[in-house]
């Protein structure tokens, strides 16, 4: 895998003048262009908040919206760890469930550049020094492994190794981390694209592919509720850095509302409530051998 590494962490400056605080600071003149607590706005209370649309956290995310990050294909309804996730953070800047609106953004077109039209997307979007070039992103909310999944008639269904895969058809869902992810496999053939997890998913059942990468929590599903045939996990494995993959809100380049979402986020990790989201939705990644 391509190594998957932070952007520059949106940290509260370790000294902050009295006067700074009072009127508070224009935006530093950097190169990248990203907020920081300095310059970001005075308040996170509901009113300051720098939206789309005043009063309405515009929130976007992919249609289909898949489980175990959605369920029943509806963002809205709580369910699911990024809906559950994404409502615990409204929550925390002071929004109800209905000041809340969900729009469909393809998750291939949420990380190009240019105007956004929601204030924060969510969407199992790793965090990479590429994509933060041209968008903003907020603390991780979720670190998860890639994982190979296989029919389990296939011959590659017990690998153990990278090498035991090198002669294996791989595919992987259209500008994902799982897509780059299979440059750290090097398998003899050309791996093969697909526009969304459901094309990629039937490509899987209908032998144009051997093995397909995606994220484990998407692997467990994939193989339990999507495939028609028995299907099982072959093996996880974490990318070329030894770090996991990790997931953040993605924000239009330079959106001042990062400060006060990566405050939501630190306070729900501090209270616990991400362990608990992931504990009810997520399964569990015990026991899933890893691959190297």
Partial sequence: MSPVRRPARFA????????????????????????????????????????KKAGTLTIGTDSPAYEPWFVDDDPSNGKGYESAVAYAIADQLGFAKDEVVWEAVPFNTSYQPGEKSFDFDINQI?????????????????????????LESSPYAKATSFADLKDAQFGAQVGTTSLTAIDQIAPAKQERVYDDTNQATKALEVGQIDVLVMDLPSAFYTTAAVLSKPGTIVGQFQPDTGQSEEFGLLLQKGSELVTCLDEAIGALREDGTLADLEKEWLSQTTGVPELS
């Fill in 12 to 51: 509260v400056l370790a000294a902050v003048s009295l006067l700074t605080l009072a009127v508070g600071c224009a935006p530093t003149d950097d190169n990248d262009d990203e907020p920081s607590a300095s310059d970001a706005t005075a308040s996170c209370e509901k009113a300051d908040l720098p939206l």
């Fill in 126 to 150: 790793s965090i990479t020094e590429e994509r933060a070039k041209a968008v903003t992103f907020s603390e991780p909310y979720y670190k998860a492994a890639q994982a190979i999944v296989a």
